[in-house]
């Protein structure tokens, strides 16, 4: 769903295919280690600049829409 859109890619050339933020290498797995550490997605954005917050935000938001369908 999210795999190779303009939030996630997922590439074999890219980090051996772990899904990483469009455009980025930096791996979606990432910011959720952050946000369990108890960081913020300032901190996180601040560590990786090649990702933009309304790239976190849509991977929130659609997120948070698949897991209100999976539920519903």
Do not use: C, H, W
């Amino acid at each position: 769903m999210l795999e190779n859109s303009s939030i996630i890619s997922k590439s074999p050339e890219i980090m051996g295919g772990t899904p990483v933020f469009a455009g980025t290498r930096v791996p979606v797995e990432t910011l959720f280690d952050y946000l369990k550490a108890g960081e913020s997605i300032d901190d996180f954005l601040d560590g990786f600049p090649s990702v933009t917050q309304e790239q976190v935000i849509e991977l929130l938001e659609e997120i948070g829409k698949q897991i209100i369908r999976i539920v519903a």
